[in-house]
């Protein structure tokens, strides 16, 4: 065994806190080193080019690199030893920067932690064994799951490169919540506008599949290979004869709550959500049907010209293979009810929420674009915006910024002063949040150009008094109580994951943190990566955004997306779990706790039943290695005994 | 002991052996045995010194048709290897036994001598000829008995003991006699006080042969190169090395059956550490081992739950 | 014949532990039911009455021990490597004094306290590891050890239902293996030397003469050998027997450990850090699944059954039928401790009457 | 029995090795690699001597010992050889050795073939795969004595091509006129 070690001053960013030199000096006293330097810039081409002469001059076998984060330049390093005919799983990375000269002030303590880090990589390389990766092929076509502006954005990107892509959506038509807004800040134009073109191209596109009132339902497999089973709910409307005539909405004798329109109107049992509906097809809704609530009626089917409907119909299930997944399934918005009993818990009804209001602005809403109080159909004249509600709010749980709401009110503010010239527009804010783009200037036009009176502070409590809601309130820059009479209250609701977002999360074997949002496998460096390989996010599910932010990362989801499946074949890690079939006494921990099912039972020659590893599934993540009593799975290239090693040198 | 022989001798139409106790011809004190036969079941019987944990055999005999007499706290252990798939529950004729608190033999031996005549009362012990007090000589784990009658049979034989024997012999849940002492300890105090105790290990396994739950068995990690956890030499150090490797291995599995410090041959108080696990373990998870069949073991528990991950900056 | 009040015992021992270390049965502290052959210090209160749970053969083969120890360097561009004392660094591998190994090899020691049993053990041990130079196998560690052992035997008047010495011709009147015997009399013992070791003892001033004579000593279970060698040959195939034999047992290594004539021991590498390292040797058991697992993963004595024949074949007749004498002395130690309550004569008696 | 030399383990420290070093690593086959080794003592090397078939313990410290046939004929006096297929922890540390490297021998060990006793007659030499290390001794025993026996045949067989130690050997056997070489594969 001969063992080389390089020490990387890495400039000064090593070298002014560890004397690399000695270092490099410590690792000649060392068991099997037989060569050692310090090097300027190990990760430049001429320092490259040292380690390859360094080994090919004193045949070395195996090499420890000390140096920065293996985040930043083991795969460099692996080549590096490679070209030089060393295998690059026989290469070791020790941390001296991030772990040690960036942190440490004393030079003579730095360099002594140093030799310590230095002399564990060297033990842990001697129990290293030549690793070798493996190819597996990989499935072309795309799972995007969400139809919202992330997903509409992300399935248009991944098309666009001639890659096959199945849209999955779980409401009857594509749009997700941006089709419900009326205008967008900051440039106020109108959201239908500038989504529905896309959501037709979704539509016509050849290389898109879109698959509406659907659910992913399991998902097996792994990067390059993820096998979905997708279910296709029953709307007892057949999709290809529907010509969204509306005739069946029309004539549909059973009322239902719009759910498309924030609950302002009403909708029916059989309905097209909005009329830019992508695809314009009617669905049933069988919990308001009278024809399933009461046993009989049949009005839609008799007057469908198409012969559409279908009663009969059941929810159907396709499997199909993917090579990539991206996750848009987007946010849902706060509940504010229980949470806020001062604002009257939903027991007046001219206290709204945004979206509620939004969808009155809209000329194509229920109200056709005209704001009217829910209580009497009056024109209002005092309107309260209330912001953060449900959100930054640490004592109902939720400490979390919505990131939008400050704009949209701004938005919702001007807007108000269009539609009625002589309103007054006030708005309760904690702090103000305009951080994009032109931002702020639109929340200076709100305050100058619509009027609106901004109060920084809390609201305390909203009671009715004489037809009127009195908003109570603190005004925290005077610090006065401050009484509003307002006509219409309307609150600027936080973000919620989406619903079943958690659940959805765990059939993919992503993570997700506190709130349910689909964590990222690094907040800067894998911003669009799940830790799951062949996985992305994109959008309001990973956290709550705007339409800017949220498209963006849409298409960076659709750029790592393309960059995976346009390769035939991927090489997969060889870092991942071993089981010593010899010692396995068979009692199935590992495949209880491995979250990739990578674990499987084999029943050996002579009859004995062993766990194996499916090594394109397992992910090398280690739990199984603790889970398993007699220690018989081990994680390639960081076994037992590599660790073992490290820790007996330290402590030498 | 009839009702006892009849059941294993029914019980014996449907399972290949049945797990019980006989009684030494030499010593007339229980001793394990298996009825593979009507005419060996004959000798089966129960008594106060049945004081082994025979579900300690059901991983080696595992995949096999078998009957197991089993006290409560025997109970627990068989409950809990189902849970961890070391025995089937189909497969498993559970005879229950009501329990009234069992004896120390081995602690009576050591006192008066290997073989004295032991005569229970019931409410009092003879020994040679003396009578002492009974509760010296219970077994440790009766103290703290959890159940006397088992909480999963599927015959059941004998007087239910009708709660926890604990109960009946005065107390529930007793710390182990030491822990008080330990607990006054200073950390470098404690720490001599076991590596005295484990200076007299002979690394002979004993506590993990008799464990129901070490059922690794014959590939163990205590004595293995690769992984090198252990090292091979007899002292203190390594023998603390292996105990804490036991110990953490049993984190959620322990039913505190008591068997390891009953067979310890140097009389090292191992329930000492497992007591205090267990303490943990039912702090930090809820979870007793071998309370339910329903449970599921922390240890061998993976979900992704919110915020596993973390954030990592 | 000399003689010693009961009381003055721990004056003889003072005596003894001026130029020896003394080991006597005593109980360690926080553990009343337990009693081991341990360090004696002065205060410390021997217990003549009771069996020691664990032979006194670790004074001679310690639990574990350090054969040599050796180092890695690195000269200019080659390795190497050098092989310390044969005679090992005691104490240097982390053992603790309870191992016996912590006393340096040939540093005096006196076993006070051994039974018959016991002390006739060491002659069984002497044959295997060599006793005297120029035999076809000399154990530098052992025969250390061993040399500047002096053994002071308690003679048995009681016995308890474990004990089997009277199996064998003497009983518990074997002087094998002994330097001194002490014989329990009324207020105290009778003292007779064996060896010129022991002999040279009783010159000590601590001595008072007697005109008691000698106890009648224990009369024990006695276990029929005969012809068992050639029966235990007979029935080695009889899985069967050996199956239902070993029942109870659950395969742990009391009952070799705590036995004064097994004395398989197992070999290995130690490092401490890369470089340094020891190679020691320590107790092993037959009744271990790995004692003959093989690097293939075959396992000639796959099960209990296979390996508990081998215990007693090799105690009973191999050994025996190579070396001339049992490798057991009955001193009831595996039956005592044994978890499971399996007792070997049980099994030797069932062989018997096969 | 006839004696046994025992030159090179010392008799009064029977436990203890002596440092030798690697001359030389052969790889036989994808898991069987030949060692060269010399004991570092001079004066030892020069006095070491052993008989066909004979073993030695191969310690490398560290890893531990194991037990392998000396496949070298007594009559090579540079060095000494063993024949190792790579299986567990000492065997995995073996074949870690390169030439230079530092081990520590005890030999010679064990029982000889009764060589003496066949003189005169025709030998058949029969082995497989790792099983012609010892063999491989005793045949190149039998070939350094030519004269004292009769026919001489070696018949050797591995389980696949790829698994046949010493092919320099088996060449050399092969062209031999005066011995009878003959191999076989399983596969």
Same mark, same amino acid.
């Given at each position: ?6 020490? @990387? ?33 190990? %990760? ?191 709307? $007892? ?17 059973? =009322? ?23 695809? !314009? ?39 199909? =293979? ?107 804010? /904690?702090? /103000? ?37 009195? *908003? ?16 219409? *209250? ?84 060889? /870092? *991942? ?9 068979? @009692? ?8 990739? =099912? ?19 599934? $397992? ?34 | ?27 007339? *004190? ?66 229950? &036994? ?115 739950? $070490? ?41 505190? $059956? ?40 922390? /240890? ?14 | ?147 500047? !052992? ?135 058991? %037959? ?43 009955? %001193? ?23 | ?101 530092? &081990? ?84």
């Amino acid at each position: 065994m001969r063992i080389g070690v390089f020490i @990387c001053e890495c400039g000064t960013n090593i070298a002014a806190t560890v004397m690399t030199q000695k270092v490099a000096d410590a690792a000649l006293a060392l068991r099997d080193v037989y060569h050692s330097e310090s090097i300027q810039y190990t %990760c430049s081409d001429p320092g490259q080019r040292t380690v390859m002469a360094a080994v090919q001059k004193h045949n070395l076998d195996r090499v420890v690199i000390a140096a920065c984060s293996p985040r930043m330049h083991e795969t460099t390093f692996r080549r590096t030893v490679a070209k030089a005919g060393v295998n690059p799983f026989m290469m070791e990375m020790v941390n001296i920067r991030e772990h040690c000269s960036w942190i440490h002030d004393d030079t003579d303590e730095a360099t002594e932690k140093a030799i310590d880090l230095m002399a564990m990589g060297v033990a842990k390389v001697r129990e290293e064994v030549p690793l070798f990766t493996s190819k597996v092929p990989v499935t072309s076509e795309v799972l995007v799951i969400g139809g919202g502006v992330a997903g509409i954005q992300a399935a248009l990107d991944i098309a666009d490169a001639g890659i096959p892509v199945t849209l999955v959506e779980r409401e009857p038509t594509l749009g997700g919540n941006m089709a419900r807004l009326d205008k967008t800040f900051p440039t106020l134009d109108c959201s239908s506008c500038i989504l529905t073109p896309r959501m037709v191209e979704v539509k016509h596109n050849q290389d898109i599949r879109l698959i509406v009132n659907a659910e992913v339902e399991a998902v097996r497999g792994y990067i390059g290979n993820f096998e979905a089973d997708i279910r296709k709910k029953a709307t $007892c409307v057949d999709e290809e004869k529907c010509t969204g005539c509306y005739i069946c909405v029309e004539k549909c004798p059973s =009322k239902a709550p719009d759910e498309f329109n924030a609950g302002v109107g009403e909708s029916k049992a059989i309905s097209i959500p909005l009329p830019q509906a992508v695809p !314009l097809v009617a669905s049933l809704r069988k919990e308001h049907c009278r024809r399933y609530i009461k046993g009989k009626c049949g009005v839609c089917e008799k007057v469908c010209p198409a012969d559409a409907i279908d009663y009969e119909q059941e929810d159907r299930i396709f499997t199909d =293979k993917f090579g990539a997944i991206v996750v848009a399934t987007g946010y849902e918005l706060f509940d504010w009810k229980t949470a806020y009993p001062n604002l009257g818990g939903g027991h007046y009804p001219d206290v709204i929420t945004a979206m509620q209001y939004e969808r009155m602005l809209s000329a194509s809403g229920p109200t056709e674009g005209h704001i009217r109080r829910p209580s009497d159909g009056a024109e209002p004249r005092n309107i309260v915006f209330i912001s953060c509600v449900g959100s930054r709010d640490e004592s109902i749980g939720r400490p979390f910024c919505c990131n939008v709401g400050c704009m949209y009110l701004a938005k919702q503010a001007i807007l108000t002063k269009e539609h009625i010239p002589d309103s007054q527009s006030y708005i309760f804010y /904690m702090d /103000m949040r305009a951080v994009g783009k032109d931002y702020e200037q639109f929340y200076r036009r709100a305050q100058r150009d619509a009027g609106a009176i901004y109060l920084r502070g809390r609201v305390g409590k909203i009671y009715p008094l004489d037809g009127k809601l009195m *908003v109570m309130g603190a005004d925290t820059l005077s610090g006065q109580q401050l009484e509003v009479a307002a006509d219409l *209250v309307v609150l600027a609701t936080g973000f919620t994951a989406s619903d079943g977002a958690a659940e959805l999360a765990q059939r993919l074997n992503i993570p997700y943190d506190q709130f349910d949002f689909l964590s990222e496998s690094h907040p800067k460096l894998r911003p669009v990566e799940t830790t799951t390989g062949g996985i992305f996010l994109a959008g309001t599910c990973q956290g709550p955004k705007d339409i800017p932010d949220t498209v963006a990362q849409a298409s960076a989801a659709a750029a790592k997306v393309i960059g995976l499946v346009s390769r035939d074949e991927m090489e997969t890690s060889p /870092m *991942v779990a071993e089981v010593n079939h010899m010692r396995c006494i068979g @009692c199935w921990k590992c495949i209880e706790v491995c979250p990739y =099912k990578a674990i499987e039972k084999q029943k050996l020659r002579d009859g004995r039943q062993v766990a194996i590893i499916i090594e394109s599934l $397992c992910q090398g993540c280690g739990i199984c290695n603790v889970a398993c009593p007699p220690s018989v799975v081990s994680l390639r290239g960081y076994t037992d005994n590599q660790l073992i090693s490290e820790v007996v040198e330290v402590l030498r | 002991m009839a009702d006892l022989v009849t059941t294993i001798k029914q019980t014996l139409k449907d399972v290949e052996l049945v797990l019980g106790w006989v009684r030494d011809p030499a010593t007339g *004190v229980a001793a394990p045995a298996r009825f593979h036969t009507e005419e060996e079941a004959e000798a089966a019987v129960f008594d106060s010194t049945c004081v082994h944990n025979l579900a300690v055999h059901l991983p080696r005999l595992k995949g096999r048709r078998l009957g197991i007499v089993a006290k409560g706290c025997d109970a627990r252990s068989v409950v809990e290897l189902i849970i961890e798939h070391e025995a089937e529950r189909e497969d498993l004729k559970v005879i229950g &036994v009501g329990c009234g608190s069992i004896l120390d033999v081995k602690k009576i031996w050591r006192r008066f001598g290997y073989g004295v005549e032991i005569d229970d009362r019931g409410d009092s012990l003879e020994l040679g000829g003396e009578r002492g007090p009974r509760e010296d000589f219970l077994a440790r784990k009766c103290h703290g008995c959890l159940e006397a009658d088992p909480d999963i049979y599927d015959l059941f034989v004998g007087e239910s003991a009708g709660g926890p024997a604990g109960e009946i012999s005065g107390g529930r849940e007793e710390p182990h006699p030491l822990s008080a002492m330990l607990e006054d300890l200073a950390p470098a105090e404690r720490r001599a006080f076991w590596r005295e105790q484990f200076s007299r290990c002979i690394r002979c396994y004993a506590c993990r042969e008799v464990c129901p739950m $070490c059922f690794c068995r014959d590939i163990c990690i205590m004595q293995t190169q690769v992984p090198h956890w252990a090292g091979g030499e007899v002292n203190a150090r390594e023998s603390e090395m292996i105990q804490h490797i036991r110990v953490s291995h049993l984190a959620g599995r322990c039913t505190g $059956c008591g068997e390891c410090e009953r067979a310890c041959p140097v009389g090292i108080p191992l329930m000492l550490l497992m007591d205090e696990q267990n303490r943990a373990i039912e702090d930090m998870f809820g979870y007793r081992a071998g309370d339910s069949l329903r449970a599921r073991p922390p /240890m061998q528990t993976f979900s992704i739950e919110k915020d596993l991950w973390g954030d990592e900056e | 014949m000399k003689f010693i009040a009961a009381k003055k015992i721990p004056d003889l021992l003072g005596l003894l532990a001026r130029d020896a270390r003394v080991w006597a049965p005593l109980v360690p502290e926080d553990s009343a039911d337990t009693l081991l052959f341990l360090p004696w210090e002065p205060g410390a209160e021997v217990d003549l009455e009771r069996f020691t749970q664990v032979s006194p053969k670790k004074l001679v083969m310690p639990g574990s021990e350090p054969l040599f120890s050796f180092s890695y360097s690195m000269a200019v561009d080659c390795e190497r490597l050098e092989i310390g004392d044969a005679r090992g660094v005691p104490g240097a591998g982390g053992a603790s004094d309870a191992d016996g190994a912590g006393e340096a090899p040939g540093a005096a020691t006196v076993l006070f306290g051994a039974r018959a049993c016991d002390a006739r053990s060491l002659t069984v041990l002497d044959a295997l590891f060599g006793l005297e130079p120029g035999e076809a196998y000399n154990d530098p560690l052992y025969r250390a050890r061993r040399a500047a !052992l002096t053994v002071v035997t308690l003679a048995c008047t009681s016995c308890d239902a474990a004990c089997f010495c009277s199996s064998w011709a003497e009983g518990p009147a074997s002087t094998e293996g002994s330097d001194l015997i002490l014989y329990p009399v009324e207020g105290g013992y009778l003292a007779r030397g064996v060896s010129d070791r022991g002999e040279a003892l009783l010159v000590l001033d601590i001595w008072e003469e007697s005109e008691q004579p000698l106890p009648e000593l224990a009369e024990t279970d006695r276990v029929p050998f005969g012809t068992l060698n050639t029966k235990l040959l007979e029935i080695f195939s009889d899985m069967d027997f050996w199956e239902r034999a070993t029942e109870r047992c659950v395969s742990c290594g009391y009952c070799t450990y705590a036995c004064p004539t097994c004395y398989c021991f197992n070999i290995f590498d130690e490092m401490r850090g890369s470089r340094d390292g020891e190679r020691c040797r320590s107790w092993d058991a %037959c009744m271990f699944y790995l004692y003959t697992l093989e690097t293939s993963g075959h396992n000639p004595r796959p099960t209990i059954a296979h390996r508990y024949r081998n215990r007693i074949g090799h105690k009973f007749s191999y050994y025996p039928e190579n070396q001339g004498t049992t490798l057991c002395t009955g %001193c009831g130690r595996c039956i005592r401790g044994c978890p499971v309550g399996l007792d070997i004569r049980d099994v030797l008696r069932g062989a018997g009457e096969r | 029995m006839s004696t046994i030399p025992r030159e090179g383990i010392k008799a009064s420290e029977p436990l203890r090795p002596e440092p030798a070093t690697v001359l030389d690593v052969i790889t036989e086959t994808p898991n069987i690699k030949s060692l060269r080794l010399a004991f570092d003592d001079e004066s030892l090397m020069q006095s070491f001597s052993f008989l066909q078939g004979q073993v030695g313990q191969l310690s490398v410290p560290g890893a531990g010992e194991a037990t392998f046939a000396i496949a070298s004929p007594p009559s090579q006096r540079e060095y000494f050889q063993f024949s190792v297929m790579k299986t567990g922890v000492v065997t995995t540390a073996i074949h870690e050795l390169r030439a230079g490297d530092r &081990v520590a021998v005890r030999a010679p060990m064990g029982n000889t073939f009764p060589t003496d006793d066949w003189k005169g007659r025709n030998i058949v030499v029969i082995g497989g795969g790792i099983g012609m290390a010892p063999l491989r001794s005793l045949f190149m025993y039998l070939e350094d004595h030519r004269d004292d026996y009769g026919g001489l045949q070696l018949i050797y067989g591995a389980r696949t091509p790829k698994d046949v130690c010493y092919l320099d050997d088996c060449r050399q056997w092969e062209a031999g006129s005066d011995i009878d070489f003959v191999t076989s594969v399983d596969t």
